[in-house]
C-alpha cells in the first residue's frame, strides 16, 4: 500500500506542477487578448496570427490544467447528490465514476487523439491561413498530453478513495 501512496503522491505533484505552469501561460493569454483589443479598437487593425494564439493558448490552459483542475476538485459534477454523501459515499462516487467513466472515456480520448496528433506531428503541420501560427502541430499535441495528465490524476482520485475505503487513508475534510 505505500507503493501505492507514493505513486499518488507523485501523479498530485507532477499536476501541481503543471498546473502552475499553465497559471503563467493564462497570465500570456491575458497579454495577447489585451494587444489585440488595443490593435483592433486603437489601430484598427488585427493579425490572424494574434487571434490563432489567443485560440490556442485557451486549449492550451483548457487541456494541460484539466488535471491540475481535478486534483483541486475543481470540475463540475452533480452535486444534488454527491454533496449530501457523507466522506464514505462521496469516496465510493469518485471511486465507480473514476473506473467505470472517467478512464474508460479519457483511454477513448487518447487513443483517438493519438493518430491525429502523430499526422500532426508527422508533416510538421502549420496554419491553413496566411500568417498565421506555422507550429500547430505542438497544440494538437497536446490533446493526447492533456488527457493523460487527466487520466494519471482519475487514477490518483480512485486510490485515495480506495485507500479511503479500506481505512488507510483519513477522509478529506469539506472544504466549500
Known amino acids: 500500500m505505500n507503493m501505492i501512496k507514493k505513486l499518488c503522491h507523485g501523479i498530485d505533484w507532477l499536476n501541481e506542477w503543471v498546473g502552475r505552469g ?8 491575458v497579454a495577447v487578448v489585451f494587444v489585440d483589443v488595443v490593435m483592433r479598437y486603437l489601430f484598427n487593425t ?13 486549449g492550451f490552459i483548457f ?36 473506473f467505470l ?20 506531428w508527422s508533416i510538421m503541420e502549420g496554419s491553413p491561413d496566411p500568417g498565421g501560427i506555422p507550429y500547430v502541430f505542438l497544440i494538437k499535441g497536446t490533446i493526447t498530453v492533456g488527457f493523460v495528465l487527466l487520466s ?6 480512485g486510490l485515495h478513495s480506495l485507500l479511503q475505503l479500506v481505512g488507510l487513508e483519513a477522509f478529506e475534510e469539506e472544504t466549500s
Open 22 to 29: 499553465v497559471a503563467w501561460v493564462t497570465t500570456l493569454l
Open 46 to 58: 488585427s493579425y490572424v496570427f494574434t487571434q490563432e494564439l489567443e485560440w490556442w493558448l485557451f
Open 63 to 98: 487541456l494541460m490544467g484539466a488535471g491540475y483542475t481535478l486534483l483541486h476538485n475543481g470540475h463540475v459534477r452533480v452535486d444534488i447528490i454527491y454533496q449530501r454523501l457523507g466522506p464514505k459515499g462521496q469516496a465510493w462516487t469518485n471511486l465507480i465514476g473514476v
Open 101 to 120: 467513466f472517467m478512464l474508460p472515456g479519457c483511454l477513448m480520448v487518447i487513443l483517438t487523439s493519438w493518430k491525429f496528433t502523430y499526422n500532426s
Open 152 to 157: 494519471l490524476q482519475g487514477l490518483s482520485l
